[in-house]
């Protein structure tokens, strides 16, 4: 990231002189932000390279400028060291989430980039965002908290402009995933980049290969263009983090488009493929140009593995973790974004006006599988018969079969009252929806009957916060604990200033959320 934020000010320094800067530049800024969230690649021979091709990207910027502008005070490259350098530690810990934030928004960014969606100003704010983290005003509280919210601002625009990207393949519409084996050669793919699935769909569909989505690549089967292939089989497995478990036990090659990839296992090492931003060492990548994908050693490499065969009725891997963290074994239903539920609008209200719809619940954000993170998986199973859940990104595995199961559907409607908004990115879909309520409501969104409870792991999520944050949605529940980055002064506003509420006690909570009259 040292080498990003001065990059980042010779590029803000470049377009403040009236001067273009580079789209390959642009394009770089990207994947090499996007390269250092939480699990994405831990290959030091690819971050090496990156790092080179930063400092060449630098010297463009600098000829570009000219000598007028002077160099940069970049702070310390670790983390530990930038804590204890500030003079101030509450401007560092929002300067910290602003750096988490860009993170987020440069992997969106790319996404859509992918789909061949661009946007000449979030390039330019990405760059902004970096340049401050080399400016004195890094050290104002007030400015930091500024760019925080700022930083929120440019991720709605990016999650539009994914969203813009994602629907060239089709609006999502409602669908039933089976979650069982199909006898036959098999590619589990996982992440996020839907535009390479689109693509290794292409190449097994020629040859017969059984396609399985992992991950937050589940809300794929909603895509009409996705859909339509034959050889898009089902799910499988869970959240990012039982991949050691659930890997083991799949029997083909997998594909990692994005986030999240930890240290691969002996027992399928072998197996594994990534692409774009995602790294490991040892481990075979399909190169960083979506265009240039070659499928044929990941296809050959199906062919000789086992597959699944007819005999196999169910999958292998334990439907809870030793935490109690749930993979589904049931049918999962996905494709409910802004453009479905609000086309259901009146269904909806209806609903809200009989008294069959008591509260909506907006259950998602970033699983992982320490114990306290059963909170989201016991809030679900107590909520009224009564609510309506949203779900999205990998937080969806939290709502078990069996929560599903119990909440059923809304009266007679055959509108299930779990609904999938789909990945993380989806995020603006969820905002699109509560807007849209309160439109037909004729209330503001505070007003709503909306309780929104996130769960917090990995950097990605920053940026959503910063988006609600920006937004003033609120309150806005976060946990299972918070972010280790945020001082008790910048927690006390977090609060106070913007409705952040932490998860503590499951039946406290619930209690506090349903006997409220509007958002809690």
């Not at 996982?190 to 690549?217: F, N, P, Q, R």
């Not at 891997?317 to 030793?322: F, Q």
Request: aromatic share 8%; with cysteine; proline share 5%.
């Amino acid at each position: 990231m040292k080498s990003a934020k001065e990059l980042g000010y010779y590029a803000h320094a470049a377009r403040g002189l009236g001067k273009t800067v580079p789209n390959h530049i642009d394009r770089f800024t990207l994947i090499s932000v996007f390269s250092t969230l939480t699990n994405v690649n831990n290959d030091p021979a690819r971050m090496s390279k990156y790092v080179k091709q930063a400092t060449a990207c630098i010297d463009e910027l600098k000829a570009l400028c000219g000598s007028g502008v002077p160099a940069p005070d970049l702070p310390p490259a670790a983390i530990l060291k930038q804590r204890q350098a500030a003079p101030d530690a509450n401007a560092s810990s929002l300067c910290e989430m602003l750096a988490y934030g860009l993170k987020g928004v440069a992997a969106y960014a790319d996404h859509a980039a992918i789909l061949g969606k661009e946007d000449p100003k979030i390039y330019a704010f990405i760059h902004e965002g970096l340049a401050f983290l080399t400016s004195p005003e890094r050290h104002d509280l007030g400015k930091a908290l500024e760019m925080c919210l700022r930083c929120g601002e440019a991720n709605l625009w990016t999650m539009d402009l994914l969203y813009q990207g994602n629907t060239t393949l089709g609006i999502p519409e409602p669908t039933e995933v089976q979650v069982k084996p199909v006898e036959g050669k098999c590619i589990l793919v996982s992440g996020h980049d839907l535009k390479v699935m689109e693509s290794l769909l292409e190449a097994c569909e020629k040859e017969g290969i059984k396609v399985y989505t992992h991950g937050e690549m589940l809300p794929g089967h909603a895509y009409p263009k996705l859909k339509k292939f034959t050889c898009l089989a089902g799910h499988y497995g869970g959240a990012w983090n039982r991949q050691h478990h659930e890997f083991a036990k799949f029997p083909g090659p997998i594909v990692l488009t994005s986030n999240c990839l930890t240290e691969p296992q002996d027992s399928y090492k072998q197996q594994v493929f990534t692409f774009g931003a995602v790294g490991w060492p040892g481990i075979k990548h399909l190169g960083e140009d979506f265009n240039a994908i070659n499928w044929s050693t990941v296809t050959k490499l199906a062919q000789s593995l086992k597959g699944f065969t007819a005999e196999e009725t169910k999958f292998s891997y334990d439907p809870v973790s030793g935490h109690g963290q749930p993979s589904p074994t049931k049918p999962q239903m996905v494709g409910f974004g802004h453009d479905v539920v609000l086309g259901a609008a009146e269904t909806v209200l209806k609903g809200v006006e009989a008294g069959a719809i008591s509260r909506f619940f907006l259950i998602g954000g970033c699983d992982g599988d320490a114990a306290q993170r059963n909170y989201f998986s016991d809030l679900s199973e107590k909520l009224p018969e009564t609510s309506v859940v949203l779900t999205l990104g990998c937080g969806k595995f939290r709502v078990s079969d069996q929560a599903r199961a119990r909440l059923g559907l809304i009266g007679d409607t055959g509108i299930p009252r779990v609904l999938d908004v789909g990945q993380c990115n989806d995020s603006y879909s969820a905002v699109r929806i509560a807007m849209g309520l309160a439109d037909a409501l004729k209330c503001k969104i505070s007003d709503l009957p909306l309780s929104i409870v996130l769960s917090w792991y990995e950097q990605k999520a920053i940026a959503v916060l910063l988006t609600c944050l920006h937004l003033g949605l609120k309150p806005i529940r976060v946990g299972p604990t918070l972010p280790a980055f945020v001082t008790e002064d910048v927690l006390q506003v977090l609060v106070k200033e913007f409705g952040i509420k932490v998860c503590s006690d499951v039946e406290a909570d619930l209690k506090e959320m349903t006997e409220a009259k509007a958002a809690s």
